[in-house]
């Protein structure tokens, strides 16, 4: 299993971003996805979540409303749109899926939010 975030970046306030992570080495349509995020010194929290069909989709209160996560099933990939970025969203973003009683990460992106 293989999972390969993209996007990431220095933004100014106000701005977007759109993350992706591609995956292999499982079966991806069959799996949902998700996004979290983590700063220095804080627990990794949960962003957004995506069922396998992409038809049910599940946000963290701070995030609604500006964040959207959808996925490609054909492409291997989740997609997590972000606007209206505040430095508060400055963090490490991570998409996870969990097979079986196992959770894999990818290695993360780095988002920066500042003037």
């Known amino acids: 299993v293989q999972l390969v975030e993209s996007g990431g970046g220095l933004v100014q306030p106000g701005g977007s971003l759109r993350l992706s992570c591609t995956a292999s080495?499982?079966?991806?349509?069959?799996?949902?996805m998700s996004w979290y995020r983590q700063t220095p010194g804080k627990e990794r929290e949960r962003v957004a979540e995506?069922?396998?069909?992409?038809?049910?989709?599940d946000y963290a209160q701070f995030v609604k409303g500006r964040f959207t996560i959808s996925r490609d099933n054909d492409k291997n990939t989740v997609y997590l749109q972000m606007n209206s970025l505040t430095p508060d969203d400055t963090a490490v973003y991570y998409c996870?899926?969990?097979?079986?009683?196992?959770?894999?990460w990818g290695q993360g992106t780095q988002v920066t939010v500042s003037s």
């Open positions: 995506i069922n396998r069909a992409g038809s049910k989709l």
């Open positions: 080495g499982f079966t991806f349509r069959s799996y949902a």
């Open positions: 996870k899926t969990r097979l079986g009683f196992v959770d894999y």
